[in-house]
């Protein structure tokens, strides 16, 4: 689903119609993310979460991240819960044999970084990757669930959206108010561009750390100045990958928004094929997107992968430190 124009508006008639019903859900949440944990692993247990419903960057921050703990020397593994795949698990994601279908797009990705396991149940799948030989183990996503202890949590935000218009689910798009969140989290990743980094200035408490970083597209090998495009998306916020493009001097004809995970059947490709023919247009991607394309399209459509940079790691590399 797209999320709607009122969650991001100061005021509104629908959110403050909603704002009972948001109020019920940070309450359940509350309630939930209040019980004791089901399990406690021997190692740390990293979690990448966020506060906001929708694509903030925790994929690549888990990239990223995996990356850098693996650079230091960490055995790291990777749980994930899947989303958008029929695995139960927990199973180890093999890029050979699974498809998104199986185990969701995103540990499609993870795979590549870190041995990555998929599991409905984030208890079990903590507990298959410490019995594989993790030494370190990045929860992606959960950050509101209560079945796996954290040793260090991290929300992730994007810094041009913010938190919206500072309401709960159905009102807004927090999963939980901005300060009750963070009150748990021990560090907040702000990604944007500088100038959104600098205008986004929450409430921070002092035990939550701030990092800022933004997302800069790798190089494919083909140049993107001038090059008409017909740009599709199916990720939280399409128009930060329309954004990306334009960044790169690509001229952004057309940008289909689709819905998250949704799965790129052969019928919308079709449609977008025969249309970036009759334009003259080159068929864009993300590379979470890339992941569900059907086989006969992948060579028909650029994808463009995006890494988190980070200015400074110091105060996140210290936190990491004391957990190891």
């Not at 998104?100 to 298959?128: H, I, N, Y």
């Not at 807004?172 to 969140?181: C, D, N, S, V, Y």
């Not at 980070?310 to 957990?323: C, E, F, G, N, Y």
């Amino acid at each position: 689903m797209k999320p709607p124009l009122f969650w991001y508006k100061t005021r509104s008639l629908r959110a403050a119609l909603l704002a009972p019903l948001g109020a019920l859900y940070a309450k359940a949440t509350a309630i939930r993310v209040a019980k004791t944990p089901e399990y406690k692993a021997a190692i740390p247990v990293i979690c990448i979460g966020n506060i906001n419903a929708g694509g903030t960057g925790k994929t690549p921050t888990a990239m990223a991240l995996a990356m850098r703990l693996t650079d230091q020397g960490h055995q790291v593994h990777i749980v994930s819960r899947g989303y958008g795949g029929s695995e139960v698990g927990p199973a180890q994601v093999d890029p050979q044999s699974h498809t998104a279908a199986d185990v969701g797009d995103e540990p499609l990705l993870l795979a590549a970084f870190a041995p990555t396991w998929v599991s409905k149940d984030r208890a079990q799948g903590v507990q298959q990757a410490e019995a594989a030989g993790a030494t370190i183990i990045l929860l992606d996503d959960g950050f509101q669930n209560p079945s796996v202890d954290k040793d260090l949590s991290i929300v992730v935000v994007d810094a041009v959206k913010g938190f919206g218009n500072g309401r709960t689910l159905p009102a807004g798009p927090l999963r939980e108010p901005a300060a009750t969140g963070l009150a748990r989290a021990d560090a907040l990743l702000v990604i944007g561009p500088d100038h959104a980094r600098r205008a986004f200035q929450p409430v921070i408490p002092a035990t939550c750390i701030r990092v800022d970083g933004q997302l800069d597209p790798l190089p494919t090998g083909m140049p993107m100045q001038g090059v008409p495009v017909l740009a599709f998306a199916g990720i939280g916020h399409p128009e930060k990958f329309f954004a990306t493009l334009k960044s790169m001097g690509a001229d952004v004809v057309r940008g289909e928004a689709l819905d998250d995970h949704q799965p790129l059947t052969d019928s919308l490709m079709l449609r977008l094929e025969a249309e970036a023919k009759a334009r003259g247009l080159q068929l864009v991607t993300t590379e979470k997107d890339a992941i569900r394309l059907p086989d006969t399209f992948r060579p028909k459509v650029i994808t463009i992968p995006v890494r988190l940079s980070v200015q400074d790691w110091s105060a996140l590399d210290k936190k990491i430190a004391a957990l190891t």
